[in-house]
């Protein structure tokens, strides 16, 4: 695994924050030298991990392939291939707020709703699922209690992904008759 040093992104110590980045930001700000700096957001380390050379560390395979590929104080970071048809399923991260930017190709996130408030007697107070796709260039960042689902968008593509703080657990999900309901809990070191 390589150990990545980030350098100092260029952003204002004091700017305030907007969410999400305010929400999944890894680790409090810290004193340091009389000057308050910031750690970096998931979305700031994936932007900058993106533009790096991942090409001949990545594998397309049955039934899903992805690697840890590098890590920094509070956070860690993953490559994903995707072939046609595979996909997550819906899962949590156990905490961990994230990113993921897509380097080659699209993946489409899938993402529990509440239904609508005009929806009808049928479906009302049924979880539904909307479908957003990312393509090359993109990054989607998102918070620590985020639930979805990704999946390959229809040709070969690559993610990077970073969680913060490390992925340790994550739970799974099936949408039920309109609810969500767990099905499997998995461990780092058990699981992956
Ligand atoms: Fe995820």
Known sequence: ???????????????????PDAASRPTAPARRAGRLTVAPTPR????????????????????RWYRRVAEGPGW??????????QSTGLHDHG????????????????????SRPDSDD??????????RRYRAGQVRAFGAHHLHDVAAGGELAVTLHVYAPRLVSMTRYALVDGALAV????????DW
């Open 1 to 19: 695994m390589t150990r990545v040093v980030l350098p100092p992104l260029p952003r204002a110590t004091t700017a305030p924050r907007t969410a």
């Open 44 to 63: 700031e380390v994936a932007r900058s991990l993106a533009g790096q050379r991942w090409e001949p560390l990545i594998e397309f395979r049955e039934p």
């Open 76 to 85: 860690e970071a993953w490559l994903l291939s995707w072939l046609p048809g």
């Open 95 to 114: 905490g961990s707020a994230g990113a993921f930017a897509v380097l080659r190709g699209a993946v489409d996130e899938v993402l529990p709703l509440p």
């Open 122 to 131: 049928a479906e009302a107070g049924r979880t539904r699922l909307a479908r």
């Open 183 to 190: 099905t499997s809990r998995e461990r780092e070191g058990q």
